[in-house]
Nanobody, 128 residues
Framework: QEQLVESGGGSVQAGGSLKLSCAAS??????????LAWFRQTPGNEREAVAA????????DYATSVKGRFTISRDGAKPAVYLQMNNLNPEDTGLYYC???????????????????WGQGTQVTVSS
């Protein structure tokens, strides 16, 4: 069964760290253009891409707001994708979703349309 299951959310103070995990099915993980991504829904805003990675070679892309603070990685043996979040600030508060899709162009890694499999989300709350 194709599914994505997120874990690792929680509450931290500003400046703290969290690591999100997403367990993926083999189907979602394999293939030349298979990509896994993290999106977030913050209060009052539309869902936005945070980071994405090609499962085959690890090529990754990040939203400008998280560059230098967040790191996406994958583990083909599990398979799974992770999001290490450091130096968190209150603006990072939101519901974080794992997504899987087929992304032929690296320019589209942070675009929502290529992703057709979504997890249920895990809440991240950062207090000041």
């Amino acid at each position: 069964q194709e599914q994505l299951v997120e874990s690792g959310g929680g509450s931290v103070q500003a400046g703290g760290s969290l690591k999100l995990s997403c367990a993926a099915s083999r189907f979602a993980y394999g293939g030349t253009y298979a990509a896994l991504a993290w999106f977030r829904q913050t209060p009052g805003n539309e869902r936005e891409a945070v980071a994405a990675i090609y499962t085959r070679d690890g090529t990754a892309d990040y939203a400008t707001s998280v560059k230098g603070r967040f790191t996406i990685s994958r583990d083909g043996a599990k398979p799974a994708v992770y999001l290490q979040m450091n130096n968190l600030n209150p603006e990072d508060t939101g519901l974080y979703y794992c997504a899987a899709g087929w992304v032929p162009s690296a320019a589209d890694l942070l675009s929502a349309p290529p992703y057709n499999l979504w997890g249920q989300g895990t809440q991240v709350t950062v207090s000041s």
